[in-house]
């Protein structure tokens, strides 16, 4: 009777191992996204204009964030998931070393957050609806015109573009 006894006891301490046991799992999922932002030609609103030595601060968040030395046409920034709204600051530089010709310019993201479960190993994501950009002017922009390329603009992925900015 005890052999028995023992014998259901580990049977079933076995079985709950098993049973409580889960594989490990690896998060393939795609992420929150960024803001992916395209250069335009102003006077040609089809063609792509690169933009040589960009900074990008984020409102709020410590430090540059994004800060090219070369000449790129796009650029993926964060969002902020914890606001709706995200203030960036880009800055070219108009001369070769020369700090004195920085140009900022200022632009508002506006969003509907939704968070969004995709499982255990990857969390929650946010995804960014009905997204609206507004450019601060001021006495000397760089940026001429900024608009979202669809209306409306949901960011779901980093697949294409979110934002046109026309230089």
């Given at each position: 009777?005890?052999?028995n006894?023992?014998?259901?006891?580990l049977?079933?301490?076995?079985?709950?191992?098993i049973?409580a046991?889960?594989?490990?799992?690896?998060?393939?999922e795609?992420?929150?996204?960024?803001?992916?932002?395209?250069?335009?030609?102003f006077?040609?609103?089809?063609?792509?204009?690169?933009v040589?030595k960009?900074n990008?601060?984020?409102?709020?968040?410590?430090?540059?964030?994004?800060?090219?030395?070369?000449?790129t046409d796009s650029?993926?920034?964060?969002?902020?998931?914890?606001e709706?709204?995200s203030r960036?600051?880009l800055?070219?530089?108009?001369?070769?070393g020369?700090?004195?010709?920085?140009?900022?310019?200022?632009?508002?993201?506006?969003?509907?957050r939704?968070d969004?479960?995709?499982?255990r190993s990857?969390?929650?994501?946010t995804?960014?609806n009905?997204v609206t950009?507004?450019l601060?002017a001021?006495?000397d922009?760089?940026?001429?015109?900024?608009e979202?390329?669809?209306n409306?603009?949901?960011?779901?992925n980093?697949q294409?573009?979110?934002?046109?900015i026309?230089?």
């Open positions: 009777m005890k052999k006894t023992l014998y259901i006891a049977m079933w301490i076995i079985s709950s191992l049973v046991c889960e594989k490990d799992e690896i998060c393939l795609e992420i929150t996204p960024k803001l992916i932002i395209r250069f335009y030609d006077e040609n609103p089809n063609e792509f204009k690169p040589a960009i990008v601060q984020i409102e709020g968040i410590e430090g540059d964030y994004f800060d090219v030395s070369t000449t650029i993926a920034i964060p969002i902020k998931v914890t709706d709204i960036f600051k800055t070219i530089n108009q001369n070769d020369d700090d004195t010709n920085d140009n900022t310019d200022v632009f508002d993201l506006n969003y509907i939704e969004i479960f995709i499982s990857c969390g929650y994501k995804i960014f009905e950009t507004k601060n001021d006495s922009n760089w940026i001429i015109e900024i979202t390329v669809a409306p603009q949901n960011i779901l980093q294409s573009n979110h934002v046109k026309f230089h």
